[in-house]
Every structure is written in C-alpha cells, then in structure tokens.
C-alpha cells in the first residue's frame, strides 16, 4: 500500500471515529491553515513536443494552504503543495520528466457558514499559477509559466472546535508553451489536472 492510501485511511478511519459529536460554526473573522495528500490525475492528452504528442502521468504529492473567513459565508484561500514530478511517456516508451509547482488563489463560499454543524461544504473559484522546472526532455528545452482559472469543492469534518478533517477536489486549467534555447516555440504542454486531496485542517 503506497504512502497516499495509508494517509487516506487513517484520515477517513478517525473521521468516523472522532467526529461523532463535534460541531462548529465558520464565523467571519476565522483563519484556518490546512495540510495533507493530495492525488493529481491529468484530465488532458493534448501534449506534444516538436510534432510528436506525449502524455503526462499522474502524480502524488503533499498539499498546504491557509485561508481566511471575511464574512460567515465568504472567505479566501491561498494553497500550493510540493512539487510533482511528472513522468512524460510516448508511444516509443520514455521520454523524460518535468517538476510542476501550483499555486492558487481562490474565493470560497460556505453554504452553511453560521451555522453549527460538523459538516461545513464549500466551493471556490480562482486563479491557478503553475511553474514548470527541472525538465528532463532534452538540452535547452523549457516550459513556460502557466495561468489560468480554478474550481474546488470541499468539506471540513469537525473533529473538535479547532480540529477538522479536509477533503476536497479540484479542477484547473493547466497549459503551456515549450521553447527551445532560442526562445522558440517548439510545443506544448496541456495537462488540466483535477486534484483530490485529503487531509487536516485547523481553525484558529
């Protein structure tokens, strides 16, 4: 059982365990921090590098962010995680790898914020930055910055007052041009990720 799965059950095993009775209201004025696993799968194969298509693979990581209530309902969040390092495969097998780091910046709504309940959904839209770095597709070769929109929906389950545990998947729109030492677009990549994470988080 790889690292994820184990990390996934036991946030599941003491949801279920703990949470039982614990309540909250998200009430404006809240800071939370979260942290976790996260799971990326690539949502496009539209990829290629000088004519020649190839696909992303899917990746494993840790995920953070913090984030902050404005109003009982209404807050932002800035997350990231660490980098993922993709394996880049074509019909003829390997074709190296490239490093992407997320950045987001989102605005969240809570549909139940104000009210007790250890169940506290939300969703969010905003912007995504992803840097690409340390490719390993040949000499010179680059990928350019990305930007683009994001979605997410999540839940916090109240463990205590303070306590809660976090699931959540998102969606964003990951695409970048590929440049040779000479600055010259030689392809792209079109990844789209959707993530699905899970995790801690804790309310200050």
């Not at 799971?39 to 990581?61: M, R």
């Not at 549909?111 to 839209?125: A, F, K, L, T």
């Not at 683009?148 to 729109?173: F, K, R």
């Amino acid at each position: 059982m790889n690292q994820f799965k184990i990390v996934t059950a036991a946030v599941i095993t003491a949801g279920f365990a703990m949470a039982s009775q614990a309540a909250l209201a998200y009430t404006a004025g809240d800071v939370f921090v979260r942290g976790g696993v996260a799971k990326t799968d690539i949502a496009s194969d539209d990829s290629n590098l000088e004519g020649a298509d190839f696909d992303v693979e899917s990746e494993n990581g840790y995920s953070y962010g913090v984030g902050y209530l404005f109003h009982d309902k209404f807050g932002v969040e800035l997350n990231s995680g660490e980098g993922y390092e993709h394996d880049l495969t074509t019909a003829a097998g390997d074709a190296g790898s490239v490093e992407r780091l997320p950045v987001n910046a989102l605005f969240n709504y809570y549909p139940m914020g104000g009210v007790d309940s250890r169940i506290q959904p939300y969703v969010g839209v905003g912007l995504n930055y992803t840097n690409f770095y340390s490719e390993d597709v040949g000499p010179g070769i680059k990928v350019d910055d990305s930007y683009g929109a994001i979605g997410q929906a999540g839940l916090d389950l109240a463990v205590t007052d303070n306590i809660l545990l976090n699931g959540y998947v998102s969606y964003a729109d990951v695409d970048a041009d590929i440049t040779d030492g000479g600055g010259n677009n030689i392809g792209a990549v079109d990844i789209d990720p959707v993530t699905v994470g899970g995790g801690v988080t804790y309310r200050f």
